[in-house]
T-cell receptor, first 117, second 112 residues
Framework: GAGVSQSPSNKVTEKGKDVELRCDPI?????LYWYRQSLGQGLEFLIY????????KSGLPSDRFSAERTGGSVSTLTIQRTQQEDSAVYLC???????????????FGPGTRLLVL | AQSVSQHNHHVILSEAASLELGCNYS??????LFWYVQYPGQHLQLLLK??????LVKGIKGFEAEFIKSKFSFNLRKPSVQWSDTAEYFC??????????FGDGTTLTVKP
């Protein structure tokens, strides 16, 4: 079946503008994750959703970042008043949740490459 | 807070050399452990995973990893690397609380 898709694939914006990034997870996957990967860095965990709720928002870098998920499916990550340090690749992943707790393998999307000028 | 440490940032090997990439994590509870790989121009994808049972797990393309609970380690190994193994490798830890933590990654370059 279809994998995780993200849009846009690339986004160039001016400092101070708001941007919205979209993630379509694999159908049936209950868990959804957002990560940020800056140049030469590892994956920085931002937030995850269990269904439509986000039990852990501690990874969001600042209050300019927010995310929501509707219908247990599509998720959007919004960055308000973008700054140059927000430039990075934003990755989305989805997975099943194990009945015994814990998360199964994460399937990653291609990412959105954000450049803030 | 949990953390994952990958000791090698960049490894350069010749074809047929043996590979071992270190991964240590800090978390006192039950964990699920993963190695992901990102080939040039491709998505991150699963290489192998450990949930329970035999601590020696085998993944795709001849990779294996051993979970040593006493050392909080999950090192990745391959007896003989190929040029096509050139990629970035990430160790990751998931906990029952749902937190997912990745290491900073190790870039492997295999010279033909």
């Amino acid at each position: 079946g279809a994998g995780v898709s993200q849009s846009p694939s690339n986004k160039v914006t001016e400092k101070g503008k708001d941007v919205e990034l979209r993630c379509d997870p694999i159908s049936g996957h209950t868990a959804l994750y957002w990560y940020r990967q800056s140049l030469g860095q590892g994956l920085e965990f931002l937030i995850y959703f269990q269904g439509n709720s986000a039990p852990d928002k501690s990874g969001l870098p600042s209050d300019r970042f927010s995310a929501e998920r509707t219908g247990g499916s599509v998720s959007t990550l919004t960055i308000q008043r973008t700054q140059q340090e927000d430039s990075a690749v934003y990755l989305c992943a989805s997975s099943f949740i194990l009945s015994a707790g814990g998360w199964e393998t994460q399937y990653f999307g291609p990412g959105t490459r954000l450049l803030v000028l | 807070a949990q953390s994952v440490s990958q000791h090698n940032h960049h490894v350069i090997l010749s074809e047929a050399a043996s590979l071992e990439l270190g991964c240590n994590y800090s978390y006192g509870g039950t964990v699920n452990l993963f190695w992901y790989v990102q080939y040039p121009g491709q998505h991150l994808q699963l290489l192998l995973k450990y949930f329970s049972g035999d601590p020696l797990v085998k993944g795709i393309k001849g990779f294996e990893a051993e979970f040593i609970k006493s050392k909080f380690s999950f090192n990745l190994r391959k007896p003989s690397v190929q040029w096509s193994d050139t990629a970035e490798y990430f160790c990751a830890v998931n906990t029952n609380a749902g937190k997912s933590t990745f290491g900073d990654g190790t870039t492997l370059t295999v010279k033909p």
